[in-house]
């Protein structure tokens, strides 16, 4: 199995050229799978694969034992080495699978001051990367205290290899070609992209239980989803897995409210069945069961953390979605589920998005923040339309299901 997430991860994620240098970022609890990738990367031709270890503990040990008044400390370097390494043309892999209680019973305040920290000084970095220049692939392999919340019933042991049982049919390795498979899976979203694009909607209207939100779109947006292109023409895949289309809302046409319907992960801290109140598209009301300290923390991040940067389709009737597990874990609830993104848009969601000013962007509406933080609201009850710009209806969704072949 390791072999053949390998191989999909370095075939398809990245599509690694010959020649090509790889960064990767890893969790030390992800070794397994990091040694075969490396192996697989260095078979590709790569040159050299540097491997990035972090420990979760390391983590979590900070903020039970530094100092209350240091979270704004931060290593420059490490930043500035990275963003030396993507001009140069690397590919970037980002392997995690986190506690998602790591940080439970910890400072929210310090850990929205440490996340503020480091998006601020990781933005650079960020915006080139996921801005076209260089392929880029995070993935998420089981890990023992993640799968432990999925299956509390289990020892650490069986809930990760009970994961890692999904996860071979979640990531199409259950397969003898899987590389091939996920080829037609890109195919088929690129199929549905294109079909958005050229409908060109004014905004997307969601409709569900405790949502109705009226979303506007930039002008001249862009459909993306499942598989990506960089400036030169290489295509690559961002997530692994992935079954979403997504484009750019307009920062200032997000009206009414909307509720989540699954939990957030962010930074440690899980927020749970909450809702959020959009006026000319800023967040004006919020409320949260669980973690509204949290939500709050976030929301206040900067400007743009309060308004929309991403509207995703994905439909129900996804191989993540019919496992029926929550799995606490972006990569994977926001692949089963419509979501959207509070803080900053993607250039490549605009046309000429990656040659525009910021001065540009902004007078298009395209938001402008230091996080970008995917949360999840689809459902077999939500419907979606595309309204035009007179306001008649297209249907694009009932009952979380696509209205519309390809």
Known sequence: MLDKYADVIVQVGLNLQKGQRLLISAEMNTAPLVREVVKKAYQQGSPLVTVMWSDEQ???????????????????????????????????????????????????????????????????????????????CVVCPPTPKWAAKIYPEKSEAEAEAELWKVMEKLCRLDYDDPVALWRRHLADLDKRRAYLSEKQFDALHFRAPGTDLRIGLVQNHLWAGGGDKTIDGIPYAPNIPTEEVFTMPHKARVDG??????????????????????????????????????????????????????????????????????????????????????????????????????????????????????????SDKIDIDGLDAQGNATPIMRGGAWRFDV
């Not at 931060?74 to 080495?81: N, P, Q, V």
């Not at 976030?298 to 994905?314: C, I, N, Q, T, W």
């Not at 001065?359 to 923040?369: I, P, Q």
Request: hydrophobic residues 40%; proline residues 3%.
């Open 58 to 136: 390391l983590h979590k040990i900070r903020h039970q034992y530094a100092p209350r008044d240091s979270f704004t400390e931060i290593e420059s370097w490490l930043a500035e080495g990275l963003l030396k390494s993507a001009k140069e043309g690397a590919a970037f892999l980002s392997v995690t699978g986190a506690d998602p209680e790591l940080l439970k019973g910890q400072d929210p305040e310090l850990i929205g001051i440490e996340a503020q920290t480091r998006a601020k000084l990781y933005k650079p970095v960020s915006e080139y990367i996921t801005g076209g220049s260089v392929q880029w």
């Open 257 to 378: 409210t909307v509720r989540s319907t699954k939990p957030l992960k962010y930074f440690g801290d899980l927020i749970e069945d909450f809702s959020l109140t959009f006026s000319e598209g800023r967040v004006v009301d919020f409320h949260a069961e669980k973690g509204e300290t949290a939500l709050a923390k976030l929301l206040e991040m900067d400007e743009g953390a309060s308004r929309l940067g991403e509207v995703a389709l994905v439909p129900h009737r996804s191989p993540i979605s019919e496992s029926g597990l929550i799995f606490f874990n972006t990569l994977y609830d926001e692949n089963a589920a419509c979501h959207l993104a509070l803080g900053s848009a993607y250039k490549s969601n605009i046309e000429k998005g990656t040659e525009m000013s910021k001065e540009e962007l902004a007078e298009a509406g395209v938001n402008d923040s230091m996080i970008h933080v995917d949360f999840m609201v689809g």
